[in-house]
């Protein structure tokens, strides 16, 4: 806090004030830190000291006219936060003087300790972590908003807020809980666009009002109706009855959390809060500060919270619900976490700051794409011991890799920071066959945001592929640096601020394709290929890991969202020499679908009319293909007569043969699942139509690749002969 005065210019005349503070012979009061502050009548600041020691001198400026000064000492606030009411607010003692110019002035302010702690200990420690609900590879995932400001409210205490109601209010409370309404809820739905709608443009962080003692309501409309039925209810409705006004406010009071819902939903207007803190996020999201809660004050306080983000010139609200009563933090309890979730499309993040339990000079291999390496057979710590020659690299719930495939990786700190170690190399090979082929597929990059001239840019930070001059030494990648040149990481796009290499695996496994009759054509090259991860020091060498205490570790969890703990690697036999190499099993075969007309006794339906004549007691055989070179497929098959399933065989899967057919009464298909209205027996000729659809396993380890998939559908009809 600067200790000049706010108009470094000043009138010409000026006037000493000497502010001598007495305070108790105590550690705690000569480490407090306090502070004299001098304020014009209308409460402008006019100068500002810290008290360290001894007196201090306050300079004010001296008009034409005598003017009456307020000199305030108390707890040492920023500049921007020096308001004489906030000061005041904080327990800070005020004395007035008359300045005129007539010489210096002097002013003694004995201060006990008690004041002193209390303004300690009036403190309310508040700390949250800002995230952003997105989807990330066709999954929810929820990631840090960095670099934005969080403005803490305390709305007025709930009796302030019923002593002021209005009498009109109060008649149409007594309405409301005489006869219980559905209150409606806060729009479900955020708003598009920057700026914030009429209730706001993140409607959905957690509804405080939904409490235990308001009968678990989990809405307004059970709330209200809860309210009808549980005992709280029931006094509040008899003083809504025959109480006075006053009666009835103190009811109300009494029975706050079973009221809250009703004031959120309609008298939500009547509440009003005031600006105690503001704060900024980190790279993680996190955010702290303090506010002044009052001397001794028994009351917990009630919060609301903002969050802001600079857009060119302009600061967005990227999350503040309304209504102010529905997203309230009642009775907040000092120091405890709260999280605050935002939808806005313009909310920055950075990439998640999930702990990693895994020592000193770590290396931790997280994932193919989004897929944990503890989900992979071969590769997990959970999966060693149902780990086979077969499923080794398949996922635990047996699917393949194919497309690109992108490894994330993380490393500690220490490696760029103490070790000299800055960079890294990615190959791949068959398994067990043939030299390493280093992962040249893509440039890997990481977004970074930084501000010029008050506006936002982004920029891309290059990881690799990296040679001379770039590097010490061809394909090298380099390890991400704590923080970027300048700003900070993000905003997260996934996959590219993920991944630490990508390799094409249709490269070497193209798959096979087929002809139209479901014969195959290629060969195929599929099978299990490892993955090498090698370190790097800053002048290009290989490093060995041993002497530098460095250990290579995978996850022994599947979800990575949270606190990622995690296993020697070494341990599961996925360390040789100085390099980490894992195992992902590779597919890139496509499924074939193929419906084949259906037959009656071996013949089928009339190739140019496609109608099948039967006769009762006939069998109908629907036939068809589902084919995956390798069985990663399932298939559904369907048949329709006109809009109703009459044959419905869900997610079956394929095999290796895919040969397949179902057999039913004919007679039979022309009266399942008739709509209302039609009688059994009453069509002599009804269409149909047969759907097939394969559906491919192989993922990328972001999402499954439904390319490979396919379908195929059959039309005929039947009719009596």
């Given at each position: 806090m600067a200790d000049k005065a706010a108009n470094p210019k000043g009138p010409e005349k000026s006037q000493t004030i000497t502010v001598s503070v007495s305070l108790p012979d105590d550690e705690r009061a000569r480490k407090a830190p306090l502070a004299a502050y001098a304020f014009s009548q209308g409460g402008k600041l006019l100068d500002v000291k810290s008290i360290e020691q001894g007196d201090v001198k306050l300079r004010v400026p001296v008009g034409a006219e005598a003017s009456n000064t307020r000199v305030v000492v108390g707890p040492r606030l920023d500049r921007d936060q020096a308001t004489v009411q906030e000061i005041l607010r904080r327990g800070g003692i005020e004395r007035h003087l008359r300045v005129d110019g007539a010489g210096d002035l002097e002013i003694t302010f004995p201060i006990d300790l008690?004041?002193?702690?209390?303004?300690?200990?009036?403190?309310?420690?508040?700390?949250?972590?800002?995230?952003?609900?997105?989807?990330?590879?066709?999954?929810?995932?929820?990631?840090?908003?960095?670099?934005?400001?969080?403005?803490?409210?305390?709305?007025?205490?709930?009796?302030?807020?019923?002593?002021?109601?209005?009498?009109?209010?109060?008649?149409?409370?007594?309405?409301?809980?005489?006869?219980?309404?559905?209150?409606?809820?806060?729009?479900?739905?955020?708003?598009?666009?920057?700026?914030?709608?009429?209730?706001?443009?993140?409607?959905?962080?957690?509804?405080?009002?939904?409490?235990?003692?308001?009968?678990?309501?989990?809405?307004?409309?059970?709330?209200?109706?809860?309210?009808?039925?549980?005992?709280?209810?029931?006094?509040?409705?008899?003083?809504?009855?025959?109480?006075?006004?006053?009666?009835?406010?103190?009811?109300?009071?009494?029975?706050?959390?079973?009221?809250?819902?009703?004031?959120?939903?309609?008298?939500?207007?009547?509440?009003?809060?005031q600006l105690v803190a503001t704060t900024s996020t980190d790279d993680c999201g996190h955010f702290s500060t303090w506010f002044f809660n009052g001397c001794g004050n028994p009351d917990k306080p009630d919060l609301y919270f903002r969050v802001l983000q600079r857009w060119f010139f302009f600061d967005i609200v990227i999350y503040g619900p309304t209504p102010v009563p529905c997203y309230t933090y009642w009775n907040y309890t000092c120091g405890t976490e709260v999280t605050l979730v935002t939808y806005h499309p313009l909310a920055r993040t950075c990439p998640p700051?999930?702990?990693?339990?895994?020592?000193?000079?770590?290396?931790?291999?997280?994932?193919?794409?989004?897929?944990?390496?503890?989900?992979?057979?071969?590769?997990?710590?959970?999966?060693?011991?149902?780990?086979?020659?077969?499923?080794?690299?398949?996922?635990?719930?047996?699917?393949?890799?194919?497309?690109?495939?992108?490894?994330?990786?993380?490393?500690?700190?220490?490696?760029?920071?103490?070790?000299?170690?800055?960079?890294?190399?990615?190959?791949?090979?068959?398994?067990?066959?043939?030299?390493?082929?280093?992962?040249?597929d893509e440039d890997i990059y990481r977004h970074?945001?930084?501000?010029?001239?008050?506006?936002?840019?982004?920029?891309?930070?290059?990881?690799?592929?990296?040679?001379?001059?770039?590097?010490?030494?061809?394909?090298?990648?380099?390890?991400?640096?704590?923080?970027?040149?300048?700003?900070?990481?993000?905003?997260?796009?996934?996959?590219?601020?993920?991944?630490?290499?990508?390799?094409?695996?249709?490269?070497?496994?193209?798959?096979?394709?087929?002809?139209?009759?479901?014969t195959e054509i290629g060969f195929d090259y599929s099978g299990q290929f490892e993955i090498m991860l090698e370190l790097f020091d800053t002048a290009g060498n290989p490093v060995n890991i041993g002497p530098l205490g460095i250990k290579y570790f995978v996850p022994n969890v599947d979800d990575l969202t949270g606190?990622?703990?995690?296993?020697?690697?070494?341990?599961?036999?996925?360390?040789?020499?100085?390099?980490?190499?894992?195992?992902?099993?590779?597919?890139?075969n496509p499924t074939f679908a193929k419906v084949e007309p259906p037959t009656i006794s071996g013949t089928p339906a009339d190739p140019c009319c496609g109608v099948l004549d039967f006769s009762p007691g006939d069998t109908v055989t629907l036939p068809w293909l589902a084919k995956h070179k390798n069985g990663f497929a399932t298939f559904t098959f369907t048949t329709k007569r006109v809009a109703q399933v009459v044959i419905n065989i869900p997610s079956t899967p394929v095999g290796l043969v895919g040969t397949h057919s179902?057999?039913?009464?004919?007679?039979?298909?022309?009266?399942?699942?008739?709509?209302?209205?039609?009688?059994?027996?009453?069509?002599?000729?009804?269409?149909?139509?047969?759907?097939?659809?394969?559906?491919?396993?192989?993922?990328?380890?972001?999402?499954?690749?439904?390319?490979?998939?396919?379908?195929?559908?059959?039309?005929?009809?039947?009719?009596?002969?």
């Open positions: 008690g004041t002193i702690l209390c303004w300690l200990r009036g403190l309310c420690f508040v700390r949250g972590t800002v995230l952003k609900q997105t989807t990330l590879g066709g999954q929810p995932a929820q990631l840090p908003v960095c670099d934005a400001t969080v403005e803490v409210y305390e709305v007025d205490p709930f009796p302030i807020i019923i002593a002021r109601l209005p009498k009109d209010v109060i008649d149409r409370l007594r309405e409301v809980i005489i006869n219980p309404i559905p209150l409606p809820d806060p729009p479900p739905d955020p708003l598009p666009g920057p700026f914030p709608g009429p209730f706001g443009p993140d409607p959905l962080p957690r509804p405080t009002f939904a409490q235990p003692a308001a009968a678990s309501a989990g809405s307004h409309r059970d709330a209200a109706m809860a309210l009808a039925s549980n005992r709280a209810g029931e006094a509040v409705r008899l003083a809504a009855m025959t109480a006075s006004d006053l009666q009835f406010k103190q009811a109300l009071v009494a029975n706050e959390l079973a009221i809250r819902p009703i004031l959120c939903a309609l008298f939500w207007r009547f509440f009003t809060m700051c999930a702990p990693v339990v895994a020592g000193d000079n770590w290396v931790l291999f997280v994932a193919i794409g989004a897929t944990s390496m503890n989900a992979i057979y071969g590769d997990s710590p959970a999966l060693q011991g149902t780990t086979t020659a077969t499923n080794k690299g398949l996922t635990g719930d047996g699917r393949p890799f194919g497309a690109i495939l992108r490894p994330q990786l993380l490393f500690d700190n220490s490696l760029r920071e103490s070790l000299g170690v800055k960079y890294y190399k990615l190959s791949w090979r068959r398994a067990g066959i043939g030299s390493w082929t280093p992962m040249l970074y945001t930084y501000d010029v001239a008050g506006l936002p840019v982004s920029a891309l930070y290059k990881l690799g592929p990296l040679s001379p001059p770039d590097a010490p030494a061809a394909n090298l990648f380099e390890i991400p640096p704590s923080l970027p040149p300048q700003g900070v990481w993000g905003p997260v796009i996934a996959p590219t601020d993920y991944q630490n290499g990508a390799f094409k695996s249709t490269l070497p496994a193209p798959g096979i394709t087929y002809n139209a009759d479901g606190t990622i703990t995690t296993t020697d690697a070494s341990t599961i036999g996925l360390v040789s020499g100085n390099a980490m190499i894992v195992t992902v099993h590779v597919d890139n179902t057999s039913a009464n004919a007679q039979t298909l022309m009266d399942t699942n008739l709509p209302p209205g039609c009688q059994a027996g009453g069509c002599s000729a009804a269409a149909f139509a047969s759907v097939e659809y394969v559906t491919a396993l192989a993922t990328d380890g972001w999402s499954r690749l439904s390319g490979l998939d396919s379908w195929d559908f059959e039309a005929f009809a039947l009719q009596k002969k």
